[in-house]
């Protein structure tokens, strides 16, 4: 008998009796550790590819040859601020507190805004200013010439998504539930749309015919008026949270979930069609008659058609996370493995760029959420409380779970500091 099947030999249970429930914030990107891994969706401007990493540097690389033009420096990790260019200059957040603006020719610092803690975040630029929030709570527009502050607006917990803006409007989420909509101006809030989870985007809203959309940890994918701030439509994406709005394309919303589904949506939120995985799924971009999809936990890039079928695999060593760009007829995406890529459209590799250092440590893909097993009363057993169970098949973490009353079985996990974990057996419902 194998391992998984000798943990549940003395009882039986239905589908029906698992649960998953969210056992604390998901916080886990502030656990990325110094290292060559990447974790940026990078970005093409006038030939040459800009990415950020975890060993501090921002790189500039050619876009046709994969060799590198110049490196900038900062002082900590840079991890899912991916750059954003406008007029010449890259601006990007960076672990040590600051948002750079640097000249994309030469590489020089032109300035540097300091916050009060991390920016984990990717920044937005329009009509002269720079938009970005931190792990201080607080949300910034910055002067992009002068990198002084032009106002500032202060939630209740931290920002780790990317803004949109759009006809004088700012578009954010926080951890603290709410999703904003800011005069762009001034600062001023408009509305707030309260959902059940963190907010955390790793690509910007999509803001479409005067709706903007938005995954939350809450499960749900949502479609709010953009003038009224009041709900249109959401739809229940999964177990373990969304993290990125949806792309569209040709009136088709695409949009992946945590436990590895990849959605084709009607702009009203019906379903069309779903890609299944056994893995967590990254962000999708779609170009012609194709869907390419970063494959995260299981190190793998994909390539769908547009009726969802797998066409073709491309195989890292790490984790692939974030969405791909697509330039003159190839794709170029991030992985832990520390490398850049460069693939054609049919998955043949073109070239791969080599950070400096070995692969970051991060923390587990699920590990704020933990499953709960229901069991009869009359079957629970009087020495129960002494039994353990592994639970790691059903959760995809490495943890334990032991039985937590006389009618429950409960396995979690809880961040610690290195990449380690221990068992939190406290969890709250949606």
Known sequence: ?????????????????????????????????????????????????????????????DAKSGKEIWRFRTSDVIHLSSPAISDGVLYIGSYDHNLYAINTETGELLWKFKTSDKICATPAIADGIVYVGGKDNMFYAVDANS????????????????????????????????FYCLDSKTGNLIWKFKTRGEIHLLNRPLVHDDVVYFGSF??????????TGKEKWK?????????????IHDDTLYCSSRDGV???????????????????LGMPAVQGNRVFLSGGENYTFYCLNM????????????????????????????SFDCHLY?????????????????????????????????????????DATRKKYDFSGLSEE???????SRITYQVSTQYSSKGKYQIDSKTEEF
Not at 235 to 247: E, T
């Open 218 to 227: 809450d499960n749900n994918l949502y479609a709010i008026d953009i003038e």
């Open 235 to 247: 739809l229940r994406m999964g177990i373990y949270g969304n993290y990125m709005s949806p792309v």
């Open 342 to 382: 460069c693939i054609d459209t049919d998955g043949s590799l073109v070239w791969k760029f080599r950070t400096e250092g070995q692969p970051s440590s991060y923390p587990e893909a699920q590990e704020v959420f933990s499953i709960e097993v229901k069991i009869p009363q009359e079957t629970a057993k009087e």
């Open 1 to 61: 008998m194998e391992e998984s099947d000798a943990a549940f030999q003395d009882f039986s249970i239905e589908m029906a009796d698992l649960s998953v429930k969210k056992s604390k914030k998901f916080d886990r990107q502030w656990g990325v550790e110094t290292g060559g891994s990447i974790m940026q969706i990078p970005v093409i401007h006038k030939g040459i590819v800009y990415f950020g990493c975890a060993n501090h540097n921002i790189y500039a690389v």
């Open 147 to 178: 990198g002084n502050l032009v106002w500032k607006f202060k939630t209740y917990d931290e920002i780790v998504a990317t803004p949109s803006v759009h006809n004088g409007k700012v578009f954010i989420g926080s951890y603290d539930h709410f």
């Open 307 to 334: 009726s969802g079928k797998e066409l073709w695999k491309f195989d890292t060593q790490e984790k692939v996370y974030l969405g791909p760009v697509i330039w003159d007829s190839n794709v170029y995406f991030s």
């Open 398 to 404: 490495d943890s334990t779970s032991e039985y937590q």
């Open 262 to 280: 990849l959605y084709a949506l009607t702009m009203d939120g019906k379903i069309i069609w779903k890609y299944k995985k056994n893995e967590l």
